[in-house]
């Protein structure tokens, strides 16, 4: 299957900071990739939706300003965490779909831990 | 996208098969049946997706119903390797399709 990555894999930093997390697909092209975050023993909760070459869409409840979404090739989305609080501490991982013959698998990166102190 | 219904979990004696039952019964003529697991600490990995007909591959089996309003995704042999939480999702089509999760089935196999 597909193959999506993600940078770093964990980073500690202090409150106020600002931190990017980096999403790769790495054998395929996405036009279209998303972002979740996911607190302990909790489900996956869609945070919005980084289209290529536009605008991010977000889903209700998040923070524009506080999240940035940048897609700027068909290969790579980042989300900076802007001005980071010990509440933004999560789990983020990105996720982006392959089509085959308008067969559609979502492939996942394995998560970042973003812990702010 | 509908809403799907799974028991928050189950166990399963290893090498024997692990049912894991959804509930999908709003779902469209347009929506598929999609299957993901997540192990502890890793992003979800996809495991098989169907319509309407029953699917096989390497990793499980998908049963669905045929009025599509359930159905079950089967481990034929599990391992201590799949105990994760079993995600059912229903979804349309297209690589703009934004999947949502539910709190899905946290299957524990036990040695």
């Known amino acids: 299957g597909a193959v999506v990555s993600q940078h770093p894999s964990r980073v500690i930093c202090k409150s106020g900071t600002s931190v990017k997390i980096e999403c790769r697909s790495l054998d395929f092209q996405a036009t279209t990739m998303f972002w979740y975050r996911q607190f302990p023993k909790q489900s996956l909760m869609l945070m919005a939706t980084?289209?290529?070459?536009?605008?991010?869409?977000?889903e209700q409840g998040v923070e524009k300003d506080k999240f940035l979404i940048n897609h700027a090739s068909l290969t790579l989305s980042t989300l900076t965490v802007t001005s980071a609080h010990p509440e933004d501490s999560s789990f983020y991982i990105c996720?982006?779909?392959?089509?085959?013959?308008?067969?559609?698998?979502?492939?996942f990166g394995p998560g970042t831990r973003l812990t702010v102190t | 996208d509908a809403k799907t219904t799974q028991p928050p979990s189950m166990d399963c004696a290893e090498g024997r098969a692990a049912n894991l039952p959804c509930n999908h019964s709003?779902?469209?003529?347009?929506?598929?049946v999609y299957w993901y697991r997540q192990i502890h600490s890793q992003g979800p990995q996809y495991i098989i997706h169907g319509l309407k007909n029953n699917e096989t591959n390497e990793m499980a089996s998908l049963i669905i119903t045929e009025d599509r309003k359930s159905s079950t995704l089967i481990l034929p042999h599990a391992t201590l390797r799949d105990t994760a939480v079993y995600y059912c999702i229903v979804r349309r089509q297209g690589g703009y399709q934004k999947v949502t999760f539910g709190t899905g089935t946290k299957l524990q196999v036990i040695p």
């Open positions: 996720s982006a779909n392959q089509g085959v013959q308008g067969r559609y698998e979502q492939y």
């Open positions: 709003t779902i469209s003529g347009n929506e598929y």
């Open positions: 980084s289209n290529e070459g536009s605008k991010a869409t977000y």
